[in-house]
């Protein structure tokens, strides 16, 4: 029987969006119950998180984890939509290495940050990419994301290869536009790939048009719920069915996995639940004598 859930990392290749990209996988599942966690843009190329069946749950807590990034940053202009895709609407000569070094370490930690008005973030129940290409000038409002890490590579004197560590809401883009106001000139972005979403790396992805179920369609593990923030608990054979039927449990079923103390500390109230044999099972909230089901995936 072929299994329909699960999650997969998909190597995006440059010129299709990241819907386009899920066509194979769903083609291939015959299901169209497939989703992403994290857009990238259609120029953009690198990791996609895939979730298919019951993980399509799972998307915000895989949304929310950080990226790494390679960005290739073009000074001399800025386009409209900050990407290659774009018509110019501001120009200035590129800064010098020293300018632009000096300007880095005004982008690293926490800082507000404007998103592109070329974006997809809801304005008032509409898209804003919408509403500028309706007319609208838009005043985008800043937003606290984290830059963990930016690293200048090199630098012609036109463009900046840089790698960015950086929190989930982070615009790469807008990253690149501030850059060169803060260096005294103008940019976009002209070339970027994801090659890390929390601990799943770029390295292990296969092609939309190579992807096969049964070799890359795999299960949460532990470690992966841990990066999640959940805290991992292994049930009881006897208990599965009950489990997976959504039967009121006790709550002192749930025991620790084995070396509980190779895992990271959770930052969620929610229990990653798996069986013996290591099978995820869902969700839950350990509270009281009986636990609450907040995601049920395993089949009885």
């Known amino acids: ?3 329909l859930s699960g999650l ?3 190597a995006k290749p440059a010129g299709i969006t990241s819907f386009q990209a899920l066509g194979p996988i769903k083609a291939r599942l015959g299901s169209g119950k497939v989703g992403h966690a994290g857009t990238l843009d259609r120029f953009a190329t690198g990791l996609l998180v895939v979730l298919a069946g019951a993980y399509s749950r799972l998307a915000p807590y895989f949304t929310a984890l950080d990226k790494h990034y390679a960005a290739r940053v073009r000074f001399g202009a800025e386009t409209a939509t900050l990407d290659p895709e774009g018509e110019v609407i501001a120009e200035a000569p590129p800064p010098s290495r020293a300018a632009l070094e000096a300007v880095l370490p005004l982008f690293r930690g926490s800082i507000l940050q404007a998103p592109p008005a070329y974006s997809a973030i809801h304005l008032d129940g509409k898209r804003a990419y919408e509403r500028v290409r309706s007319g609208e000038r838009l005043d985008m409002p800043k937003r606290p994301v984290s830059i963990y890490a930016l690293e200048l590579v090199s630098y012609d004197g036109q463009d900046a290869e840089l790698l ?9 883009r807008s990253l690149a536009r501030d850059l060169a106001v803060a260096a005294g000139s103008r940019a976009s972005l002209v070339a970027l790939e994801r090659r890390a979403i929390g601990p799943l790396e770029l390295s292990a992805a296969s092609a ?3 992807f096969e ?3 890359d369609l ?6 992966l719920a841990c990066a999640l923030g959940f805290r991992p608990r292994m049930l009881a054979e006897r208990y599965r069915r009950g489990f997976c039927n959504g039967l009121r449990l006790e709550t002192r079923v749930l025991g620790d996995l084995p070396d509980m103390q190779a895992y990271q500390a959770p930052i969620s109230e929610l229990s990653a639940v798996f069986d013996t044999s290591g099978d995820f099972l869902g969700l839950v909230a350990e509270c009281g004598p009986f636990f609450e089901y907040r995601l049920v995936i395993g089949e009885a």
């Open 218 to 223: 795999r299960c949460l593990d532990p470690r």
């Open 208 to 210: 939309p048009m190579s």
């Open 164 to 172: 960015v560590h950086c929190s989930s809401g982070t615009y790469i």
């Open 8 to 10: 997969a990392l998909l």
């Open 213 to 215: 179920a049964e070799r």
């Open 1 to 3: 029987m072929k299994r």
